[in-house]
């Protein structure tokens, strides 16, 4: 077990499953995330401005690595190895934010291109960052919120065994509409090893 943040190298590791892998992002990878981060409908729910150009998304990547040699945060990039799909191409990102070492607690978000959406590429994703962040990182707990209309997210988060902890009001504020979070909370104690 990994339980110190400066146990890891220099990048993330790979994390496969049946049909998606998890894998660390670089510069080559800017174009993939602006298509994806440039569409209202995918960061409507997710507190965080919409990318407005490559730069953009060049200075994302950048911000991400600088997160991941500060241990605060941890993204990387999904790739579907299905038949037909695009080689190594970016469809979206899961991430753990907001790491406390202290506290061995992570924020947990994802988010998918809109073209990729119910194909069931989440729910396969979505196990293999909570297990590295419990079985490999040591982390103790997990947390994630999802507003109330984000019918995909809050089934996907309650599928893997998160508790409702709480009703946030008025949480965010994004392109200018206010949105209420329902939060979640999920235990080590609560994922049973090799779930995924
Ligand atoms: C949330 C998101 C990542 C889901 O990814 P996905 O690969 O489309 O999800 P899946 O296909 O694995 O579906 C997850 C579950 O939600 C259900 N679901 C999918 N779309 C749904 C919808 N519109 N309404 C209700 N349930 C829905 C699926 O049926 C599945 O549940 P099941 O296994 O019981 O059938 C994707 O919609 C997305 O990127 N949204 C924008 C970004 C975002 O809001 N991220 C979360 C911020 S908290």
Redesign the pocket.
Known sequence: VQSKPHDLSHRLPTLRAPGVELRWLTLADAPALFEIFSEP??V???GVPRLRSRADADRRILDTHAAFNDRTLFEWGLVSTEWGAAPGAVL?TCTLADISWPNRRAQL????GRA????????RAVPLLVGYAFESLGLHRLE????PR????L??IE?LGFRREGYLRERYIQEGEIQDAVFYGLLRADWPVQRS
Request: net charge positive; proline share 0%.
């Open positions: 409908e995918v409507r729910f997710l979206g978000g994802f988010a998918l990729h959406w119910g194909r069931g590429l989440m729910s994630a919120d999802a507003d984000n019918a995909a997210s089934r996907l599928k």
